[in-house]
């Protein structure tokens, strides 16, 4: 009877066939194949970096006949940086400007940043290859991320979001709102939000400092709101607050067009003997000008002064500049003779102002001996100022007898009346 036992010696294990070549293999090194006596170029030494051959098993079988060999190139690695030649006249100015102090690691780095390109790589892979190879401590992180910095390099940011995450960096409260910061500078409301709850996700509370930042981001992207929040939670933290805050709160509503509500945060400083700085004064104090509020720009001239701040030309300007929209044209005047005593030195624009205040009470004569007047104190009417009074004697149809007049008492002014 046939045995249904099956038949061992007719079917061949996978297994044991790769175990016959392997043996094979070893009793008929792939060295002795007649192949490589006929191509002795082909054999290469474990030193070679370049190009390794896979040799299969079945190379030994028959020793006596020219098998097949199957050759693989292993294609170099890239370097980290690219050769000296590869580099742009622009690049390797960069790199020969590093500072000399800089660690080897951070020029490493920085080489790589200068030359990098979208195309042939990508940041978080080069900063990881970086992290692996040199095990940066956080002043090399710091190091690189301020030549970046005075680059103004556009992989700074990019860069400082994946060093974040990297433990050899530990990052503190103090390095988000630096970048955070730098978002708002550049109005990327957007990455200093998503910045702001990464740092929040890392269990990081908010401070005084990173809110006044926050405050002046929302100011300068008109959110008045969101800095009214920022500035409610400062004040929730229970800390004192300081010029910079309320500065930062109090243009956020010079610019949402608040100025009675900027005033008051104003004099809410001033009662506790905190004063904004003169950037916040005059932005108040423009604001009222240009909307011919003589009484509040007169106010924060006023408060300039108690503030400890010396008025100079300019200011003074926008004080008589709410008088002259406001039509007042002789309280301008006054102002103008206010500025003059004090030893302010007048400048075009307030010539300018004072004449336009002359005109509107068609006061020529008066215009024409203010004129002489500071001609005899060495000023020299500017364009502005030549501009108006050819307007206004264009409208009185006086042009040729003024421009007689003007060259009989000697007036020198920035352009010819004719």
């Not at 293999?25 to 190009?51: G, T, V």
């Not at 949402?256 to 003169?278: D, N, P, V």
């Not at 205040?357 to 007047?373: G, T």
């Amino acid at each position: 009877m046939a045995s249904i036992s099956p038949n061992f010696s007719s079917v061949t294990s996978p297994i044991c066939t790769h175990a016959q070549k392997s043996l094979i293999a070893f009793h008929n090194p792939f060295w002795r194949n007649p192949f490589f006596r006929k191509y002795p170029n082909l054999m290469f030494s474990s030193k070679s970096n370049h190009c390794k051959m896979l040799v299969f098993s079945c190379l030994n079988e028959g020793v006596g006949s020219v098998a097949n060999v199957v050759i693989d190139t292993e294609i170099p690695k890239p370097n980290r940086v690219r050769a000296v030649f590869d580099l742009s006249e622009e690049q390797k100015q960069a790199i020969s400007q590093l500072p000399s102090k800089m660690t080897n690691r951070c020029k490493l780095l920085m080489k790589e940043i200068i030359c990098f390109s979208p195309e042939n790589g990508s940041v978080p892979l080069m900063l990881a290859a970086w992290v692996k190879s040199t095990n940066p401590r956080r002043t090399d992180w710091l190091s690189v991320f301020k030549e970046l910095e005075a680059l103004n390099h556009p992989l700074y940011f990019e860069v400082a979001e994946h060093a974040f995450a990297e433990e050899s960096f530990e990052a503190n409260i103090r390095d988000y709102t630096n970048i955070i910061h730098g978002y708002a500078k550049q109005n990327r409301l957007q990455e200093a939000e998503q910045t702001l709850t990464a740092m929040k996700n890392r269990g990081l509370l908010c401070d005084q400092v990173i809110l006044t930042a926050l405050i002046h981001m929302y100011s300068k992207s008109g959110n008045l709101k969101q800095a009214q929040d920022s500035f409610e939670e400062m004040k929730m933290l229970g800390v004192q607050l300081d010029r910079r805050s309320y500065g930062s709160i109090i243009m956020a509503h010079i610019r949402a067009e608040k100025l009675s509500s900027a005033e008051t945060l104003l004099q809410e400083m001033e009662a506790q003997e905190i004063y904004a700085g003169r950037e916040v004064y005059k932005a108040l104090l423009r604001a009222y000008s240009m909307k011919g509020d003589f009484s509040g720009a007169q106010r924060i001239f006023d408060a300039i002064q108690v503030a400890g701040i010396t008025p100079d030309a300019r200011v003074c300007g926008l004080l008589i500049n709410a008088y002259v929209v406001s039509g007042r044209a002789q309280e301008a005047c006054v102002a103008f003779g206010n500025m003059r005593r004090s030893g302010i030195e007048v400048n075009d624009k307030c010539v300018a102002l004072v004449l336009a205040a002359f005109e509107m009470e068609d006061k020529l004569k008066e215009a024409l001996d203010l004129l002489i007047e500071l001609e005899g104190e060495g000023i020299m009417v500017g364009k502005e100022g030549s501009d108006l009074l050819v307007k206004w004697f264009q409208k009185l149809g006086v042009v040729e007898e003024v421009a007689i007049v003007l060259r009989e008492l000697g007036l020198k002014m920035a352009q010819p009346i004719l």
